[in-house]
C-alpha cells in the first residue's frame, strides 16, 4: 500500500535560514509525489510534484523538493525562509491499485508545522 | 480563490443528526474528492467521484454518502451524527479520472462542528 511518513511534527527556523521539511514514501508502482500547504482555516494550496525526470523539482514561492530513490525520500526545501512561509505542510502520494494502476487520490502525511521566526 | 466552491463554511449541529455538505468543482473539472481532516486523523480520504460514477472508496463510514449530479457538484451526506465526526471537510477537484499527474484542487473547507 502507499504511504508518506513526515517524521517531524514541527520544524521551526530563523528567518533568513534554509529550511527542510522532510518526507519518505513507500509505494507499489511509480512513486507520484506531491507537496501541498495550508494556511490556517485555509485549505490545501499546490505547492509542487515529482512524476518523472529531474530529482529536483521546483514548485511555487520559491520551494523545491528533492526526489531520491536510493532513501525512498522527497524532502521540502527553501533557501532562505520568510515568515510568511509559517504553515502546515503536507506530502503526498498518488494511490494505487493493483488491478487499475495509479488511481485519483492523494494519500497525505500527518502534516509538519513550520515555524519562522523572525 | 481556487475555484472549488464549498458550503456552508462552518456547521453547528447536535448528535444525531443529518447535515448536507455542498461543493462545486474547478470549471472543467470532472472528478470529485471528499476528504476529512480532524486533529487525530489527519486527512483522510473519503470517496471520489468522476463525472457522476463513484470511482474509489476510502475510509468512508456507511454513515456517510454522497454522490456527484449530472451539473458535477457534488454533495456529501453525514447522518447520525457523533462527537467524532466534528471535523474538516474538504472537497477537491481535478480534471482527469486516474492520470498520475493529476493536481488536485481544494476548497476552503466546511467546518463541522458536533455538540
Known amino acids: 500500500a502507499q504511504s508518506v511518513a513526515q517524521p517531524e511534527d514541527q520544524v521551526n527556523v530563523a528567518e533568513g535560514n534554509p529550511l527542510t521539511v522532510k518526507c519518505t514514501y513507500s509505494v507499489s508502482g511509480n512513486p507520484y509525489l506531491f507537496w501541498y500547504v495550508q494556511y490556517p482555516n485555509r485549505g490545501l494550496q499546490f505547492l509542487l510534484k515529482?512524476?518523472?525526470?529531474?530529482?529536483l523539482v521546483k514548485g511555487s514561492y520559491g520551494f523545491e523538493a528533492e526526489f531520491n530513490k536510493s532513501q525512498t525520500s522527497f524532502h521540502l526545501k527553501k533557501p532562505s525562509a520568510l515568515v510568511s512561509d509559517s504553515a502546515l505542510y503536507f506530502c503526498a502520494v498518488r494511490d494505487w491499485d493493483f488491478d487499475g494502476g495509479s488511481q485519483g487520490n492523494l494519500i497525505f502525511g500527518k502534516g509538519t508545522k513550520l515555524s519562522v521566526k523572525p | 480563490d481556487s475555484g472549488v466552491t464549498q458550503t456552508p463554511k462552518h456547521l453547528i449541529t447536535a448528535t444525531g443528526q443529518r447535515v448536507t455538505l455542498r461543493c462545486s468543482p474547478r470549471s472543467g473539472d470532472l472528478s470529485v474528492y471528499w476528504y476529512q481532516q480532524s486533529l487525530d486523523q489527519g486527512l483522510q480520504f473519503l470517496i471520489q467521484y468522476y463525472n457522476g460514477e463513484e470511482r474509489a472508496k476510502g475510509n468512508i463510514l456507511e454513515r456517510f454518502s454522497a454522490q456527484q449530479f449530472p451539473d458535477l457538484h457534488s454533495e456529501l451526506n453525514l447522518s447520525s451524527l457523533e462527537l467524532g465526526d466534528s471535523a474538516l471537510y474538504f472537497c477537491?477537484?481535478?480534471?482527469?479520472?486516474?492520470?498520475?499527474?493529476?493536481?488536485?484542487?481544494f476548497g476552503a473547507g466546511s467546518r463541522l462542528t458536533v455538540l
Open positions: 515529482y512524476i518523472t525526470g529531474d530529482n
Open positions: 477537491a477537484s481535478s480534471p482527469l479520472r486516474d492520470s498520475g499527474a493529476n493536481v488536485l484542487t
